[in-house]
Structures are given as C-alpha cells and as structure tokens.
C-alpha cells in the first residue's frame, strides 16, 4: 500500500499561492489532490497518470498546476490565484484509473483563503 505524506497548506489572502506537496513511497498509475470544504463531499482537483497525462477540475482550470517529481518521489499541487472557495482539507491520493485515483489517502493538508 502506497504512503503518502502532504505537506504545504496555510493561510493565505484571496489572489495569493501555495504550493503543496506529497511524499510517496512509489508510483502509482494515477495520483492526484482531492479537496473537501467543511459541509461538501470530497472533490478531484487534478490528476497526473503515468503516461503523462494530466486532468484539472474546471474549479481549477487555469490557476492551479499538478507536477511530479518521479526522482524525489514527490506530488506538487502549484495553486495561484487563490479564491476563498478554494478552502478546504486537501488530500494527495494514489491509486489505479480504473478507480479514479482514490485506493490511498494522505492524511490531508489545510487550505484557509480569506477574502
């Protein structure tokens, strides 16, 4: 079972940026962040799939960037243009296509965007 280790949430004003990451221990054939915002369901931010693929949310489009560093074994997250809707726990998750990314979660990391 894949670990996985996020690290980089905060606080930040609306129209800032956050970069976070995710430690794994392997690669996995889809890896991607997920966020929930207190009283919502868990939402797919952006995929990255081992071919190289990548897949954003139209929440996302535009402002955030998902990059991997397959030497470091690392997952980014580069969030700019930061909203106050944008709030919420952010997951790293691991896992096959065929299940959209969501075998493995991390334990999550904190987004707080104030206006």
């Known amino acids: 079972q894949v670990q996985l280790v996020e690290s980089g949430g905060g606080s930040v004003q609306a129209g800032g940026s956050l970069r976070l990451s995710c430690a794994y221990t392997?690669?996995?054939?889809?890896m991607g962040w997920f966020r929930q915002a207190p009283g919502k369901e868990r939402e797919r931010v952006a995929l990255?799939?081992?071919?190289?693929?990548?897949s954003y949310a139209d929440s996302g489009k535009g402002r955030f960037t998902i990059s991997q560093d397959n030497a470091g074994n690392t997952l980014y997250l580069q969030m700019n243009s930061l909203k106050p809707d944008d709030t919420g726990m952010y997951y790293c998750?691991?896992?096959?296509?065929?299940?959209?990314?969501?075998?493995?979660w991390g334990q999550g990391t904190q987004v707080t965007v104030s206006s």
């Open positions: 998750a691991a896992g096959a296509m065929s299940t959209g990314c969501t075998d493995n």
């Open positions: 392997y690669r996995t054939g889809c």
């Open positions: 990255k799939y081992t071919w190289g693929g990548t």
